[in-house]
């Protein structure tokens, strides 16, 4: 690990210096590889296809590790799409004249050395190692032992790519040791990572959470919820309740607790479970909202904290907006949380009294997201508030200097 | 440590929700009654500085913790100064409309809960403690046991001050075991503290960077450097130079190594040597610069990457801007770094390529100070690149949410 961080942070100065001229070759040039390296990244593909298959690993966990020649024509086009958006580096976000008449600009640079602990899906590689490109950033990637040979496949086509443009290769590089003595080694590799990105479920994101002493950005973990108050629009709330749940359960944005307001939970409650049911989601209610529900089963309280990733949704019946925002800051994980309501005062205060990187009226969770946010690209969102949250895009992998322009001045 | 923690966390929660009139009376009331309470004050500082003498502390060790009636006076002065700086709470720093039509703003709020590990000033408490009330958060300081008294005494005055107006005192917290063991606890409390801030010498940075895994940001270590360039103004850089080591030696912004270009170091050497000799300042210097110094001894391999925060300057003579910019980026600790020169190019180039939180042409390193560039306050010095970087003032001490506005607005 010592010497992949000793070549990352050279490789990183050169990086640095690059004009985003010289970046964006790179990167189209990249995408051209990955689609003629197609039939070899296919082959290493279906060594890691065979190993699951072989260790009894389920089917929707070996199709999130599939490659597709469409699959790795997405990954390019990704790649070709990241060379498309503005640079961020050197950009001067202010610069202002100080009493002393200094001239003082706040210039964006790049953070340095990214470490990236991923799972499953190999086409974070390119992803991360493009977007962490892009922004100046030298990448280590250390990925889950299931797409080991996808994943060193692509590594070493992208370091091909570096090599044949006279690159440091040290500027995209593969934890090629899956021991997990190696991730907890890179997780304290202070010297050289200046931030670790772990992009997983909440068993990888937690360990590295409670291990690492290299500045962690927390991603991923989304314990949402849409409250529905008195106020709502009815057949509003319905269709983003079920777009929140039900159109794609797997993601992070996604919702996972209803609350619903008392009064209108009689009539809500039919209206939804009928839509929900359609879509196959099971819901788990509390005492209250059973009352008005036929197919839901008693929750328990451990499914007010669970991230259920999955079509089933707990339901909870509230007397107030107050206990609404009391229960979504007691168990959500400060991610993504909706009020549906036409009062324009309950609608403020959640806003204001939520605690969560994305909150909103009148919408779906499943917002959240970099590239619908604006920011063309996404590393990740994340959920803790230190450096960056919510959706990352290229801008957070940033950091800044100040560039000081002086006549001579000293300081009394 | 668990109950400061939920304490806090639950006084961070009101404390987000006071409204910026709230947070200013509390402070004001508080420098009121700081000033009031002066002679307890006296008494428990007297406590402390009585135990230092009778453990044989040195005495500038013991000045640094001595309070008198006007360094109280200058405590009070600087709540009311933070009382007066504008809250950044609220600001929303930009607005959009994304193609979905959703409004998305990006608005600053509070980080939460902060944790303040600090050495001897105990001035440093209600400093760090309005900075962190003002910006809505809520803290929990931790002393050295050098000031436990004089510490303690102010912070139970900034409770009593809380308790008077009703405010939760989880709001102002205080680790009153100074046990090393308890300030381990603290580095490593993930579930309820947002951020750490170490504020003291190189020691102490290096063990909360070490084994702290709640996430840190780092401040104060300063090996910094001035370069004076072939093309500089002699005048200019001996009025700078001295200026930058000499002016205040104990502090972070001031500097540990001059590099003198080949070309001007005969005339140069001979120049600073006589003006930083007038000031006491003991040369270390390289082989080549020794030629030209008459009271310099050679330096070690050591002297390049110590702060020594004292009168001493270690001196190298290098063929080239490279040679510098090189050194520079070998041993600094990213701070500061300033060129003295009149060509455009390398200044330039000094700006881009040096890696420091502040780099400056033609000024002296002395101005990186949060009042200095026009912040108002100043927490710290953050020589990492997460999240803050450089001088830190209320605005750093914030992160951020995204409130959106919708209309109906699901995900196809």
Known sequence: ????????????????????????????????????????????????????????????????????????????????QVAGLP????????????????????????LGVIGIIFESRPNVTTDAASLCFKSGNAVIL??????????????????????????????????????????????????????????????????????????VIETGTGNNHVYVDSYAQLEMAKEIVVNAKAQRPSVCNAIETLLVHEDIAPQFLPLIEQALTEKSVELRADQQALNDLETATLASEADWSTEFLDYILAVKVVASIDEAIEHINRYNSKHSEAIITDNYQNGQRFLKEVDAAAVYINASTRFTDGFKFGFGAEIGISTQKLHARGPMGLEHLTSMKYIVYGNGQIRE
């Not at 942070?9 to 040039?29: D, G, S």
């Not at 060193?152 to 090599?163: G, H």
């Open 1 to 80: 690990m010592n010497q992949l961080g000793q070549q990352g942070k050279r490789a990183a100065r050169q990086l640095a210096q690059l004009t985003t001229a010289e970046k964006n070759e790179y990167l189209f040039q990249l995408a051209a590889d990955l689609e003629t390296a197609t039939a070899s990244i296919l082959q290493a593909n279906q060594q890691d296809l065979d190993q699951a298959t072989a260790n009894g690993i389920p089917e929707p966990m070996i199709d999130r590790m599939r490659l597709t020649e469409n699959r790795i024509k997405e990954m390019a086009a990704g790649v070709r």
């Open 87 to 110: 640079d961020p580096i050197g950009n001067v976000e202010k610069m202002w004249q100080t009493e002393d008449q200094l001239m003082v600009g706040r210039q964006a640079v790049p």
């Open 142 to 215: 250390r990925g889950g032992k299931e797409a080991f040979y996808s994943n060193q496949a692509l590594v070493n086509l992208m370091q091909q790519t570096l090599k044949n443009r006279k690159l440091d290769t040290g500027m995209i590089q593969f934890v090629s040791d899956t021991a997990h003595e190696i991730a907890s080694d890179m997780m304290r590799l202070t010297e050289y990572l200046d931030v670790l990105i772990p992009r997983g479920g909440a068993g990888l994101i937690q360990r590295v959470k409670n291990s690492a002493t290299v500045p």
